[in-house]
Nanobody, 124 residues
Framework: QARLEESGGGVVQAGNSLRLSCAAS????????MGWFRQVPGMEREFVAG????????YYTDSVKGRFTISRDNAKNTVTLQMNSLKPEDTALYYC?????????????????WGQGTQVTVSS
């Protein structure tokens, strides 16, 4: 059974950093592109960052470019989102997701597996 488990969320002040991790199990991790999404209550789920199955290609939503970095370790079945220079508008529930589209996607409907999410709160 496929499973994704996020960790690393918390409460931080604006300008600080957080590192989110996602541990995968129950499927062939190296065959899936991975993504991070976020959602604020009452809003649509938003794509944040993605990484291809090999880790060679990464892509980001414009609002986090230059501040967030996604990476993966196929030996450890993990994907990480390093978030620097956090802003109050980054506050959300962050989800890790997996898609069998090898180079990933910004569309949440194309992701087959999802974690439960980890809360990130950035205070001003």
């Amino acid at each position: 059974q496929a499973r994704l488990e996020e960790s690393g969320g918390g409460v931080v002040q604006a300008g600080n950093s957080l590192r989110l991790s996602c541990a995968a199990s129950g499927f062939t991790f190296s065959g899936y592109a991975m993504g991070w999404f976020r959602q604020v209550p009452g809003m649509e789920r938003e794509f944040v960052a993605g990484v291809s199955w090999s880790g060679s290609d990464t892509y980001y939503t414009d609002s986090v470019k230059g501040r967030f970095t996604i990476s993966r370790d196929n030996a450890k079945n993990t994907v990480t989102l390093q978030m620097n220079s956090l802003k109050p508008e980054d506050t959300a529930l962050y989800y890790c997701a997996a898609t069998d589209r090898g180079y990933g996607s910004t569309w949440d409907s194309e992701y087959a597996y999802w974690g439960q999410g980890t809360q990130v709160t950035v205070s001003s």
